[in-house]
């Protein structure tokens, strides 16, 4: 198994512009969770899925961002419009017999 | 509700010297306890756990004692190496649906 897939690994964008990013979970993992990691913050629940479906997304900072799972195999983060302060590795992590399995995360930058 | 709190880092060792980084946690019920290793430019792996009280998790020379009348899961290694340099998180899981709680996070960095 290729493990839990992020893209991309970089992304650079101008304050205002929509992002998204994307993530595909371990096959057979029912639960998918979304983290924000930053120096000040640390590390960050946004929201999980359980089956495809949101079950907490109190972590979530605001309406500019929304997270999609239209399927097991494919989840979405996006970000619109996004600013400077959401500059932050973004991890992907999906959850199978208690273990939690990281994606290699997305660095995002808005200039 | 749930929480975990990590010794501040960053924790600065030579080589084959002995590790402690503490962790001490707050639930409510019996939780599961993690500790995950970041390497730079990585995500985070798992390291060790413990699924119950007095459990011992262990791996690659790593152990951590799930405590519960201390409510702690302290990560020991016997002789660090500079491989060992990374972010080390503990974590508990409420066990509803695989929700992980991280701590603040220690980094250690190892000198030759």
């Not at chain 1, 992002?19 to 595909?24: A, G, I, M, P």
């Not at chain 1, 600013?83 to 990281?102: I, L, Q």
């Not at chain 2, 995500?43 to 262990?58: E, P």
């Amino acid at each position: 198994d290729a493990g839990v897939i992020q893209s991309p690994r970089h992304e650079v964008t101008e304050m205002g512009q929509e992002v998204t990013l994307r993530c595909k979970p371990i096959s057979g993992h029912n639960s998918l969770f979304w983290y924000r990691q930053t120096m000040m913050r640390g590390l960050e629940l946004l929201i999980y899925f359980n089956n495809n479906v949101p079950i907490d997304d109190s972590g979530m900072p605001e309406d500019r961002f929304s997270a999609k799972m239209p399927n097991a195999s494919f989840s979405t983060l996006k970000i619109q419009p996004s600013e400077p302060r959401d500059s932050a590795v973004y991890f992907c992590a999906s959850h199978g017999r208690e273990v939690a399995f990281f994606g290699q995360g997305t660095r995002l930058t808005v200039v | 509700g749930n929480s975990v709190t990590q010794m501040e880092g960053p924790v600065t060792l030579s080589e084959e010297a002995f590790l402690t980084i503490n962790c001490t946690y707050t639930a409510t019920g019996y939780p599961s306890l993690f500790w995950y290793v970041q390497y730079p430019g990585e995500g985070l792996q798992l390291l060790l756990k413990a699924t119950k009280a007095d459990d011992k998790g262990s791996n690659k020379g790593f152990e951590a004692t799930y405590r519960k009348e201390t409510t702690s899961f302290h990560l020991e290694k016997g002789s660090v190496q500079v491989s060992d340099s990374a972010v080390y998180f503990c974590a508990l899981s409420d066990n509803q649906g695989g929700k992980l709680i991280f701590g603040q996070g220690t980094e250690l960095s190892v000198k030759p």
